[in-house]
């Protein structure tokens, strides 16, 4: 795969990461947090499976196993802590503290991997964060008054990070293509485990009362409207978690994991988007009435996006 067949990938995985918004979100009407994630990871886990067989698993060495658990965890307490984040404070500061992982990668990248960081990187995350900025808007007077949610979020960032180098240092390694569906099947593991965890512990009622309203409700039969929970989970488990996670397992090895995050930032324009058009334009909630700071910013997100793939080009030639 050439580099620019491996950014190409990367922001097919960024739109299906942006279109998921919409289905967790209406998704989440039916099942706590932690609980919907499992579902909708065991699913996925069930379809590769299905699409690339478990008997291959056992040729993995220990070494592998090992290193697709490790990343599996980190991807399963990631996504969870973002869920969760959403709980307890608003969406733009969510959205935004999340987004700070931007800025991360590249610094960890550099003091965990020894990886240099470009002037082109700096100016292109840079522009990105600006953009972001824009696009969410959030509110800073709210900062007064920290939130739980602000601080959950916080805590997704280094996991974040770290999941984004570390996918890329064991795909390089990776001697063989066809190992990234095995390494795809130990990621869904490694997470199952961790959500499992947290819905008996946090959710269930069973040890712990829960924290929230939103984290006891377990699983609601609304049995007229049940077909939007099995839409939701059939999008976010076969393109929003098995797609999406292969194409990324796939690429990381041919590009950088700050291109790759940079890329990325396509992410919260789709979501934008597909956000207004279906709450504001369909269901006429205002809440997500477009504005100028809004298109202003997908503006910047794209031109760092073409700042930092080619801008180094610029330089060799």
């Keep these: 795969m050439k580099t620019w067949q491996a950014d ?27 609980l919907f994630l499992l579902i909708r990871f065991a699913v996925a886990l069930l379809i590769t499976f299905l699409f690339f067989g478990f008997m291959s698993m056992r040729t993995l060495k220990a070494k592998t196993w090992r290193r697709g658990l490790f990343l599996g965890s980190l991807f399963g307490g990631a996504y969870l802590l973002q869920m969760y984040a959403i709980n307890f404070t608003t969406i733009p500061k969510a959205s935004f503290i999340t987004a700070l992982v931007l800025p991360a990668v590249p610094f960890v990248s550099f003091f965990l991997l020894k990886k240099p960081i470009t002037i082109w990187n700096m100016i292109g995350v840079a522009l990105a964060m600006l953009g972001i900025y824009f696009l969410v808007d959030p509110d800073f007077r709210e900062f007064t008054n920290i939130q739980a949610g602000d601080i959950i979020a916080f805590c997704s960032i280094p996991l974040w990070a ?90 990381q090895k041919y590009t950088t994991p700050v ?8 992410e919260p324009i789709i979501a934008t988007v597909t956000s207004v058009l279906f709450y504001y334009y369909y269901l006429g909630n205002a809440e997500y009435e477009p504005g100028t700071k809004m298109f202003l910013g997908c503006v910047i997100i794209l031109t760092a996006v073409l700042i930092s793939e080619l801008g180094p080009r610029r330089k060799t030639e």
């Design 259 to 266: 291109k790759a995050m940079i890329i990325f930032q396509f």
């Design 8 to 34: 190409f990938s990367i922001f097919i995985a960024a739109v299906l990461w942006g279109l998921s918004y919409i289905f967790a979100n209406e998704g989440m009407v039916f099942a706590s947090p932690a």
């Design 162 to 251: 770290l999941y984004l180098n570390y996918i890329d240092v064991y795909t390089t390694e990776m001697e063989e293509d066809a190992d990234t569906s095995k390494m795809l099947m130990l990621q869904f593991l490694g997470a199952i485990p961790v959500l499992l965890i947290v819905t008996v512990v946090f959710e269930s009622g069973l040890i712990l009362a829960p924290l929230h309203e939103s984290m006891g409700k377990g699983f609601v039969w609304n049995v007229p409207d049940l077909w939007k929970f099995f839409v939701c989970i059939g999008y976010l488990s076969l393109l929003g978690s098995f797609a999406l996670t292969f194409i990324q397992t796939a690429a």
